[in-house]
């Protein structure tokens, strides 16, 4: 049974205080929002079948709405919540009114974007020193300064702020900019004696953001934030640096002070925390989903991965306040939003606005008309300008509606950028839709949308009050506040709660859940035990070019298809005490290199610094850029790029682990990592592996960059697809040989150290892993068998292995069915029989001393077989992949789909969860897999 949680403060659940009321409505009841996202995947549903395509259909296609969890939406709301600023809010609502700042307000409003533009002024000189670059000539120094420019404006001024101050203007801030530009070159080219005296404006008056004091003089300009560096780490998204703190921002913290975040109003400690990442200075990103794999970008509204960058697939979040009562899908946040600020102003929550509704009762269609409500107010007639619409009383815009208001605003994010204000004070297609709309309030959380034609009317009779009161849905009827358990019962799909089984275990929270059951609960069913990454081959390249073919698509079903066949009996049977999952993430490494220009460093190949395009010919183009962006990635790894690819594929691998581990605490210490290389992938795996420590110190998660040189995890099980490895171990004239000192669960501590047996660390194709698998499709000309790499002799004395299927065949299913004709029984599926009658451990000898070892003259089978078994609990390396068989195959055909069809093979994808999945150990192999000799039933023991 889940154990309960108590929704005390050290609980997860704990309901979240409300926000400081504001004046003049203390008494306003709070409202229970609920975000949203806008996605083809369900996060909290990680067997569910939809995917993201790369086609022009799938990018065009509005994804459904979706719900957060309840956890997951109280996280949201704490961390939105905390980005309400009160000098935000001031400018705001003077801005609103088309009043200046006050005095105060004006001083403050200086300083900052005094500061904005010392803090441009100095990256944009650090930048262009670094590049050799003089950018003073110019009237603005780069494009980057534009974007920069409203970047940082945006983040301390909202859109309404900086509309109605004339020196929050854009082109101002540039210009600025490029005079404090000249003023740090003029202090830098003059001799320190010389110095602007200290006070001295670098700006031109008419720019200068700052008031003029008594004297007529102008307050020194605020010197360039001074942020302390923290540690480089990995943001999750291609090694972008980041900075981590516990809890969202708080609305006291600057950004070159931030700290961990204070607890929200009313608590006395801030045991409840949220980790998130701070990207910039006022950004906070959320985890989110039951397998932790997507954070939400706050304020900005956006869901994107964690640990991988995105590929189509980041999505619009959406906070909502205000739902369509049938159907509880939130109301457009401009709607909602003027629901919200008539709301406010009528007050119909107070038993004044009951006394009202029973007068215009009493009093007929007339009365009624009094208390119906137009959404939008009449455009003003005397204005020059109908079409430009009036400021909301409320703003829809995220920075806006964060920072400006109490929590009552609802916002939706956005994929396109906003870059100018107009585009921002555009109003949107529900806007218009709903303009002429009045709206009923029934009581402090009903609600009707009317249209002309069914609001109040005396002329018309029209009393759509009084029906509304008895009962009748006239109009569109909508509430105020989310409310799960309707949802639920619409949608007939229950939302992922805390406390319940999860479908696949979610990642551990950073939350102190000492003492709460149900949160620890949630931790300990929570810590996924094996995490498995895998490393690409050839053609990511062009996958820059044609988003379909990129490899995180195919791994997302990957995942997919693995947290489904858990579930499966055939699976659920071998699992080892303990085992909670198996995540599986891709290894990006391609994107990060630069082959065909001369890499990273842009150092030019060849004495004359020529490059791949300098001698390329124009003929067949759409070939040739074929050719170079797949089949090239191999000459180019046999060639001087070699390290780098190396380099590339390690540095991902390991960033990718970092951040696992830090998401996960305790899975460096407890976890399990499993390596998937495919093609190419695979041959650099080897590579890597023969130069790894043998055993891999714990994670040190204090260095500033992941290592470059070797896996900081260690590998337990080594998959290979499609493995070209045989022909590169023929190159090198190496073997396939275990790792000295390696003593993996149930191997001969004597074996270990046999030099007849081991290699050292150093040696190509001895690698540090407890199992390798080299599994091929039977026609897929990129493969290679491993097992004649270890003892040809051996390999030849070796029945063909398969991995085992529960499916049945072509032939098998003719034999069924004259059984059936028969009166017999169908025969069971292969791996059926071996899965459920697992054989008895087989009881060892008294194994001979490392002395005797050393000296003893062992066979050559024998020592084949030790080696495969060190290398392999089942005693050997391959497998083939069972090909459809039947007389309609054509295996010239099925070449040109083999190297890539590993992805969906569910026989795979079993075989892959068996074996990472049951207990280490020879004794717990399974009959169907263990290595057998030719013309023989008997398997090897050895």
Known sequence: MPSPHTFGRACRLAPIPD???????????????????????????????????????AKSAKAPLRPFSPGDNLDLERAWLRFASDQARRNHRQAQRNRSPSPSLSKENAAKLAAIIAQLAAKHKEKHDREGQSPFAAVVCCPELTIDASAELRKEFCAVTRKYQQSLDHDKVVQGVMAELKRLRSTSDAPQSSSLPLGTSPIPSYLDPRPVDADGELPPLAAPRTITKPPVVDDGISGKPFVRVEGARSNNTTPETRTPVEPARGRSDSRISVRVEVNDADSVEVPVGVSRLHVVSLPVLQMKPIYWSPVNDIAVAMRATWFYRDTMFPVEPSVANQLEAGYRELRPWTETWSDEIRSALYVGALGEEKVSHRLWPEPDKRSKSREVPPEPPISSDPFCAARCFHGEAAAEGTLKP????????????????????????????????????????????????AKIMKGVTVGIPVVRG?????????????????????????????????????????????????????????????????????????????????????????????????????????????????????????????????????????????????????????????????????????????????????????????????????????????????????????????????????????????????????????????????????????????????????????????????????????????????????????????????????????????????????????????????????????????????????????????????????????????????????????????????????????????????????????????????????????????
């Open 19 to 57: 926000p400081e009321p504001v004046k003049g409505l203390e008494d306003i009841p709070p409202i229970k929002a609920q975000f949203f996202y806008s996605s083809p995947i369900p996060i909290d549903d990680p067997l569910s079948a939809s995917t993201i395509v790369g086609s022009a259909e």
């Open 418 to 465: 906003v870059h100018s204000e107009e585009e921002a004070a555009t109003p949107l297609p529900e806007s218009r839709n709903y303009a002429s709309f009045h709206v009923i309030y029934k009581n402090a959380s009903d609600a009707f949308l009317l249209k002309p034609s069914l609001k109040p009317s005396a002329y018309y009779g029209r009393r759509p009050v």
């Open 482 to 942: 989310f409310d799960l358990a309707t949802w639920e019962k619409v949608h007939k799909q229950p939302i992922l709660r805390a406390g319940t089984k999860d479908t696949v275990p979610s990642q551990t929270r950073a939350i102190p859940i000492s003492t709460c059951p149900g949160c620890q609960r949630e931790k300990e069913r929570g810590q996924v035990t094996d995490l498995v990454l895998i490393a690409h081959g050839i053609g990511q390249k062009f996958a820059e070019r044609v988003e379909s073919f990129h490899f995180t698509h195919a791994v997302n079903d990957f995942r997919r298809m693995v947290n489904a066949e858990l579930e499966t009996p055939a699976v659920k049977a071998i699992l080892r005490p303990g085992q909670n999952g198996i995540m599986v993430l891709p290894v990006n490494w391609r994107h990060l290199l630069s082959l065909e220009d001369g890499g990273p460093s842009n150092d030019k190949a060849g004495a004359d610094g020529f490059t791949l395009k300098d001698i390329e010919p124009t003929t067949i183009p759409a070939v040739r850029s074929l050719m170079s962006d797949v089949m090239f990635d191999v000459p180019f790894y046999m060639s001087r790029h070699k390290p780098k690819m190396i380099a590339a594929l390690v540095g991902e691998a390991n960033r990718v682990y970092r951040l696992w581990c830090r998401n996960n605490p305790g899975f460096a210490e407890k976890g399990r990592v499993h390596l998937i290389g495919h093609s190419l992938g695979s041959a650099m795996a080897i590579e890597v592996l023969s130069q790894q420590p043998t055993r891999v110190p714990r994670l040190d998660l204090s260095r500033p960059l992941p290592d470059t040189r070797f896996f900081e995890f260690d590998t337990t099980n080594l998959f290979l697809l499609g493995s070209p490895a045989g022909f590169f171990l023929l190159l090198e004239r190496g073997g396939l040989l275990p790792r000295r000192g390696r003593m993996k669960p149930g191997a001969d501590a004597a074996d270990t150290v046999a030099r007849d047996i081991v290699g050292e660390v150093g040696t190509y194709g001895c690698i540090a892993v407890d199992n390798i698998y080299n599994i091929l499709a039977r026609e897929d000309p990129i493969a290679y068998l491993l097992n004649g790499t270890i003892d040809p002799v051996y390999a030849v004395s070796l029945r063909e292995a398969y991995v085992p299927t529960l499916s049945t065949s072509f032939f098998k299913s003719v034999g069924d069915s004259f059984r059936s004709m028969l009166g017999a029984e169908p025969s069971p599926p292969e791996a059926a029989m071996d899965v459920v009658t697992p054989r008895k451990p087989t009881l060892m000898q008294r194994l001979p001393s490392q002395l005797e070892l050393e000296v003893h003259d062992f066979s050559r089978e024998e020592v084949a077989e030790k080696k495969a078994f060190l290398l392999n609990d089942n005693g050997q390396i391959d497998w083939y992949l069972r090909s459809g068989g039947g007389p309609l195959e054509i295996q010239y055909l099925n070449m040109l789909s083999a190297h890539t069809s590993y992805w969906t093979n569910l026989d795979l994808i079993r075989f892959l969860c068996w074996e990472v999945g049951r207990k280490p150990g020879k004794e717990h192999t399974l009959p169907a897999m263990r290595a057998m000799k030719v013309g023989t039933r008997t398997f090897v023991t050895k």
